[in-house]
């Protein structure tokens, strides 16, 4: 079983940046893919991006497509998601989740990492 830990979240400013981190603990981590998600109080849970792991192609939703961005580093099983220009309504848990077995078919998942925007 990979254990993911996400890190980077914090309280910001509106306009502010940040950077989180998810790192999987198994040796020998090849996913399909791997996903960020987030979820505000009150609401669904929402994709945000993702990444294939071999080839880096990746895919941003709409919604916050001109301001963040997603990448990884292979040789650390890490995957990064990078958060400019936040608005408050970037509030949310952020969890990055790893398709092991299938595309986009995301089976292990992080405990999730806070991200607050204050106005």
């Known amino acids: 079983q990979v254990q993911l830990v996400e890190s980077g979240g914090g309280l910001v400013q509106a306009g502010g940046s940040l950077r989180l981190s998810c790192a999987a603990s198994?040796?020998?981590?090849?996913?399909?893919?791997m996903g960020w998600f987030r979820q505000a109080p009150g609401k669904e849970r929402e994709f945000v991006a993702a990444?294939?792991?071999?080839?880096?192609?990746?895919s941003v939703a709409n919604s916050v497509k001109a301001r963040f961005s997603i990448s990884r580093n292979s040789a650390k099983n890490t995957v990064y998601l990078q958060m400019n220009s936040l608005k408050p309504e970037d509030t949310a848990v952020y969890s990055c989740?790893?398709?092991?077995?299938?595309?986009?078919?995301?089976?292990?998942w992080g405990q999730g990492t806070q991200v607050t925007v204050s106005s």
């Open positions: 989740a790893a398709a092991l077995r299938q595309l986009n078919a995301y089976d292990s």
């Open positions: 198994a040796r020998t981590f090849r996913p399909y893919n």
């Open positions: 990444i294939t792991w071999s080839g880096g192609s990746t």
